[in-house]
């Protein structure tokens, strides 16, 4: 039976050695993976995923050592091999890729030499087979005119295209299994759903086994035949993919699927399900189930008693490790719903005909000449007090632009930015009057750069208060700091940390209650949940759902992900290359998409009901075509001579609803994205 | 009051910074590079501090009789200079010359070079590239040799080897301030400050240097360790602290004519200068590869 197997690991443990203790980051796990099969491997940062990954490659950590078990890869022992052995195995039978594209490629090396060497390395074969080869390759994974990319440098391709060609290197091996760790996380969501598909098909074609190793729960189900979840280091459920959405029976399994938005109920604004606490550190594991501390279902004297809990088979293939599982269905932990959403006031910001150029630099007026960028063009939008209003888009939409722009950290060319009564759009921050300062405030999207390292969180939310609040004596000051740390759910003794000392999703916590210090009115949040895993998230979201619903103030939210977006806005503005594609309220813009671009928004996000728009696979040029619709290059429904030479015009269905397209309503509502939405609104 | 009772606020920011760095200095001192470089520095600092009480004789008191037979004795421990000076004390007191030398001239090139380097990365523009190019035009030419020409210039005296070691570390200085800068002002935390109206000054003061704190406190300790190099090389040519003040560099040069007789005249103050010269590089490599916070 094993020797069928492409990959069996039995009983695998990897512990880290840190200052004389060992630290087991990963127990007893196995896993059997027939050849052509697709696996999913799932859970939350620090669950000892990637360790896995790099195990079955015989690369661990200089202070990672194996604790016991096998893994053997097409028969061979690979914890036994030497290092000529891995070398072999390397690239050979195995292939990996990474989760950032750019740094997997070296930048002094032209692509095409970079896979003419990876084919090298494997089969011996002369250059120029090794070039068709790689040629070859490189119109698998669909890039765009191979012939001339082969000569390009790293740097000269956008995202997409490096993880394309990190794929194509690992593919020229021919290797048996392909292990993909995080490969489209830092991709923009309609890129990240072709290269997930382009990943499934390759699977197929070549035959090859494949392990997909992710955070999120929905994309792996988009490719993968079984999915296994992890939790602290141990396999917690493993099951078909099909089975395990429809029916999860692991607790943490019916967490994490509760913590993404759903399709289906597309206008219920409700608080997304959480899971509460976090991952225990390695050496912190709880006895007996280690999810115990944060499963709404945890039995005292039983789920904590249980020296070592087996993952027991439950039938159709599918096995779990949890002691209740006969007993419960788990189900996500249903929050609440949110209160009712006011009617939306006046406009607070006025946006018109705002323009943002970047101006190219030459270097001592050499070299190649770029065109400016036009971050902004002619943008005009209305913020209204009280209202959630995200503007959603790839990167290089220009969205995060506007936003600095309206906040005062960038300057617009030109047009005007009508900010409670002032013109704020030339003007930047520092020489804006305090009292509008203190009106506008901003949530960040890094957690790792929001808070200064040298400050305590006591002393950032304070100063932030001191110039923001009109309390000014130090008891006062004290006073709403405690307030600020107790509604964004910290405990008190936090204002004593420093930011290291903090996870992610604490040190985006301290960022929200520094932002709400002053009592804004107006608060912008760039991206700020889409550097946490889904399960912060969702406890994210539903803090900003909750200090907006409290103090009424105005959102402004700027995000790429269209599934978040739909759940919370109350209104959308779609950006691409600087301009307005559409904007209106959620119903409108999304139930059913009408603009092709929007229509492609929505199709990524990876919901069965929204079939992809005809050719979804067209790649952006990297100019725009001059006068006419800025995504002609990438629609589907462009009439040639028409959108490539004239600008779309805006036209309005209803009084809150617009878009710029050539093309009647009636015609785009009866496109296939926008169809069969139709059909299940109506 | 406001404005009082934010500067007590600041000050207490500073002296807990202060009382972080304490602990992290005790915390690399159970590093045994940097608890050995951290005791030598400490050891020369108490014989500066100690050198009346320490030292047997004065330093520049000629005594005839020992300059007949300069070699290492009961009387004389390490030996006597040319001029019949008793080594162990022009050691001792060369010591309290180093440690009044190295730190002002330290300390001022990295006020100079912090104070110029943190706004021209913060502010970038014309400012920026006036800064940066008058700073490569003077690293262009080799130390040394701006040394030569200052102290020629200027005369040799403690202030002006000051002056000397402040205007060629300075741009050194302000360069890796203005990269650090460079590098800190993208952070969200800034944009935050400059969002609650913050001043450019409390900005570079209070958000930006804190956290430049790292590579700046190593690269002084290097620069630390090149200055009392220097000072030697500049006693070495004849333009360092006039005699007959007792200063390590000095004494080499003195009786470098003797030294296939009188080996021990050279031999102890270069054994002074390496000592601390290799202490601060020690302190420095530790701090480098401390993680830190």
Not at chain 1, 521 to 540: G, K, N, T, Y
Request: net charge neutral.
């Amino acid at each position: 039976m094993s020797e069928q197997m492409l990959l069996s690991v039995q009983d695998l443990s990897i512990a880290y050695r840190k200052g004389g203790a060992t630290l087991p980051v990963v127990r007893d796990f196995s896993l059997r993976l027939a050849p052509g099969e697709t696996y999913g491997l799932v859970g939350e940062s620090g669950c000892g995923k990637s360790t896995v990954a790099y195990a079955l490659l015989g690369y661990l950590s200089e202070n990672g050592v194996l604790t016991g078990g096998t893994i053997r890869l097409n028969g061979v022992d690979v914890t036994t091999l030497d290092d000529a052995g891995l070398r072999g195995l390397r690239g050979g039978d195995v292939a990996m890729v990474y989760q950032e594209p750019v740094s997997a490629l070296n930048p002094v090396l032209t692509v095409g030499r970079q896979l003419v060497e990876a084919r090298q390395a494997h089969r011996t074969c002369s250059a120029a087979e090794a070039r068709m080869a790689a040629i070859a390759m490189m119109q698998a994974v669909r890039l765009p005119d191979p012939n001339t990319l082969f000569d390009r440098y790293p740097h000269e391709l956008s995202g997409g295209q490096a993880q394309r060609i990190v794929i194509a290197m690992a593919l020229l091996a021919e290797p048996k299994l392909l292990v993909l760790d995080e490969p489209t996380t830092g991709l923009d969501a309609t890129v990240e759903a072709e290269v997930v598909d382009l990943i499934a098909d390759l699977g197929r074609r070549f035959g090859m086994g494949i392990l997909y190793i992710s955070h999120n729960l929905a994309l792996v189900g988009r490719i993968c035949e079984r999915v296994g979840v992890m939790y602290a280091g141990r396999l917690v459920e493993e099951a078909p993919a099909g089975q395990l959405f429809s029916s999860p029976r692991h607790p943490y399994t019916a967490g994490l699927l509760g913590c993404r938005p759903s399709a289906d109920d597309r206008s219920a604004r409700r608080r997304l399900a959480t899971i509460p606490g976090q991952v225990p550190l390695p050496g912190q594991v709880p006895p007996g189930c280690a999810f115990a501390p944060r499963c709404q279902y945890f039995a005292a004297g039983r789920c904590d008693r249980l020296p070592d809990l087996p993952l027991e088979p439950i039938g159709g293939n599918a096995s779990v490790r949890c002691l209740r599982h006969a007993e419960i269905v788990p189900e996500p932990i249903i929050p609440q719903p949110a209160a009712e959403r006011p009617a939306p006031g006046m406009p607070v910001i006025e946006v018109n005909n705002l323009v943002k150029n970047y101006a190219s630099r030459r270097m001592l007026g050499f070299g190649r000449r770029a065109p400016e960028f036009n971050a902004n063009d002619d943008i005009s939008l209305s913020v209204r007090g009280g209202e959630i209003l995200s503007i959603v888009g790839e990167s290089g939409s220009g969205k995060s632009t506007l936003a600095k722009i309206a906040i005062g950290l960038e300057e617009a060319t030109s047009g005007k930015i009508v900010a409670f009564e002032h013109e704020v759009g030339s003007v930047r921050a520092g020489r804006r009057p305090r009292p509008l300062l203190r009106k506008m405030q901003m949530v960040f999207q890094n957690p790792d750069s929001t808070l200064n390292p040298a400050h305590t969180v006591g002393a950032i939310i304070a100063r932030a208060v001191r110039r923001l609040g009109d309390r000014q004596s130090s008891e006062a000051i004290r006073h709403r700091v405690d307030i600020l740390l107790a509604a964004v759910a910290l405990p008190a003794e936090f204002r004593h940390k420093y930011p290291h000392e903090l996870s992610g999703g604490q040190r985006q916590r301290v960022g929200i209650a520094r932002a709400f210090a002053g009592n804004p009115e107006i608060v912008v949040a760039d991206e700020p949940v889409s550097a946490l895993d889904v399960s912060i998230q969702a406890s994210i979201v539903n803090l900003l759902l909750d200090m907006q619903a409290c103090s009424g103030t105005t959102f402004l939210f700027i995000s790429h992900d269209v599934a978040l977006v739909r759940h919370i806005s109350d209104r959308v503005a779609v950006l691409y290359r600087g301009q307005v594609m559409e904007a209106g309220t959620v119903e409108e813009v999304f139930s059913p998409p009408f603009h092709p671009y929007t229509a492609r928004l929505l199709a990524a996000t990876g919901h069965v009901s929204v079939p992809e728009p005809a050719n979804a696979e067209l790649e952006a040029t990297a100019q725009p075509p001059v006068g006419g619709c800025r995504y002609f290059d990438r629609c589907g429904l462009r009439v040639e001579g028409l959108c490539d030479r004239m600008a779309p015009p805006r036209s309005q269905r209803s009084e809150s609803h617009f878009l710029a397209c050539h093309h009647e309503f009636s015609f785009l509502a009866g496109q296939p994205g926008a169809n069969s939405n139709k059909v299940q609104g109506d | 009051m406001t404005l009082s009772s934010s500067t007590y606020r600041e000050t207490l920011s500073w002296a807990t910074a202060g009382s972080r760095l304490l602990l992290r200095v005790a915390a690399i001192s159970r590093n045994p590079t940097a608890f050995a470089g951290l005791s030598v520095l400490v050891f020369w600092a108490t014989v500066a501090v100690l050198a009346p009480l320490i030292s047997p004789y004065d330093p520049t008191a000629i005594d005839f009789s020992a300059a007949a037979d300069p070699m290492p004795s009961w009387s004389h421990w390490l030996g006597n200079d040319s001029s019949g000076r008793d080594l162990l004390s022009r050691i001792i007191w060369g010591a309290r010359t180093t440690y009044t030398v190295v730190p002002l001239a330290v300390g001022s090139a990295f006020i100079l070079g912090i104070a110029l380097g943190v706004p021209a990365g913060y502010f970038g523009g014309w400012a920026d590239t006036f800064i940066s190019r008058v700073s490569d035009v003077i690293l262009a030419f080799p130390v040394l040799i701006l040394y030569i020409i200052l102290i020629t210039a200027l005369g040799p005296s403690l202030i002006n080897i000051i002056v000397a070691v402040t205007l060629s570390y300075a741009p050194g200085v302000s360069r890796l301030a203005r990269g650090i800068t460079l590098s800190l002002r993208e952070q969200d935390y800034i944009a935050a400050a400059q969002l609650r109206g913050e001043s450019s000054l409390y900005i570079m003061l209070v958000e930006i240097l804190p956290n430049a704190r790292g590579p700046l406190l190593v690269d002084l300790c290097l620069r630390a360790g090149y200055t009392v190099i220097m000072v030697g090389t500049l006693g070495f040519l004849g333009l360092g602290l006039p005699p007959p003040t007792p200063d390590w560099g000095g004494m080499v040069v003195e009786s470098a004519h003797f030294l296939s007789t009188y080996w021990h005249m050279s031999l102890f103050p270069c054994v002074a200068i390496s000592s601390v010269v290799i202490a601060c590089n020690l302190l420095a490599d530790s701090l480098r590869r401390d993680p830190g916070r």
